[in-house]
């Protein structure tokens, strides 16, 4: 399989067709490279606040109103360009009111139709204090034609237990589209994409936002570079990094992966984190003794 993950910068819009121009190429470019999956980050949704007007995206929650509105618009724009293009596509994660407050949902659409989304489950400071962001749906898993995927939102890629429910429940490959403001921030989502992809020996692909948008409430400035890790194992580069670009440059970075050399790694990989995991239990159940 080819995985693809876009470092992508949010742009102005003066009108939807100027959205549909810029994804319309961004899918074609990345669907050129021959990928079956493309990536596209957190709150890349974000940038369709700019059809509401200064007012609007320049308002903490008038960012997220008004990027909502546009989502039956969205979904039918990415499902032209996946089947036009035989791709699959995780779609830039935006808010969606399900509720009273919205999720911040990324939705996997495959060239037949809708496939499911995601919603991310532990919110940032950021997300509980000024947008007030909840919780969505439990944790999915997407069965495609390459690989089962599994979604983990930017925080949601720290916290392992996350990644190991989905991997139990037969995930082969991790999603991480993350919006981080800092390095320091996209840098948290890179180590522990790097652990998930170490512990669960599996590639986990990272899609971040990148570049100033200071008319964005909320996104005013990404950093990150994307890039595709896997296991330091044998069988995949000693880095554990199968792919990346250069920091903060938009583009998208594209690696090949083979999907019978992930069951083999977790089969008979030089260490055997996948399968080992479980004794962390049993030696956790003999409790913690502290030492004088």
């Known amino acids: 399989m080819k995985l693809a993950a876009a470092a992508y910068p949010l742009d102005w819009f003066d009108t939807w067709d100027g ?9 074609a470019r990345g669907a050129a490279t021959g990928a079956d999956l493309l990536v596209f980050p957190e709150y890349a949704a974000l940038e369709l606040a700019s059809l509401g007007g200064a007012a609007a995206a320049g308002d903490t929650q008038g960012v997220l109103a008004e990027a909502a509105r546009h989502r039956d618009a969205v979904d039918a724009l990415h499902l032209d360009l996946a089947a036009r293009h035989g791709v699959h596509v995780l779609g830039g994660s935006g808010p969606v009111f399900t509720g009273a407050r919205p999720v911040n949902r990324a939705t996997l659409y495959g060239p037949s139709g809708i496939v499911g989304h995601q919603d991310k489950q532990i919110m940032t400071r950021f997300e509980r204090r000024d947008w007030d962001v909840v919780p969505g749906n439990a944790l999915q898993v ?14 949601d890629s720290e916290f392992p237990l996350l990644a190991r429910a989905l991997v139990e429940a037969g995930v082969e490959v991790l999603l991480a589209p993350s919006c981080t403001e ?14 998930r992809a170490l512990e669960s020996q599996c ?8 570049g100033a948008a200071p008319w964005c409430a909320g996104v005013e400035m990404n950093r990150g570079r994307a890039a595709i890790y896997g296991p330091p194992d044998a069988g995949w580069p000693e880095t554990g990094v199968l792919a990346e670009g250069d920091m903060d440059a938009p583009g998208w970075v594209v690696a090949e992966v083979d999907r019978a050399q992930i069951a083999r790694t977790r089969a008979d990989g030089v260490v055997l984190t996948h399968a080992h995991w479980p004794e962390q239990a049993e030696r956790l159940a003999r409790g913690v003794v502290p030492v004088a």
Do not use: E
Not at 19 to 27: G, Q, T
Not at 142 to 155: E, K
Not at 182 to 195: I, L, Y
């Open 142 to 155: 997407f069965d495609t034609p390459f690989a089962r995927l599994g979604v983990v939102i930017c925080y």
């Open 203 to 210: 590639p986990v692909v990272h899609a971040p936002l990148v």
């Open 182 to 195: 800092t390095v320091a921030g996209f840098t948290r989502v890179r180590v522990g994409s790097m652990a």
């Open 19 to 27: 959205y549909v121009a810029k994804l319309s190429d961004w899918v």
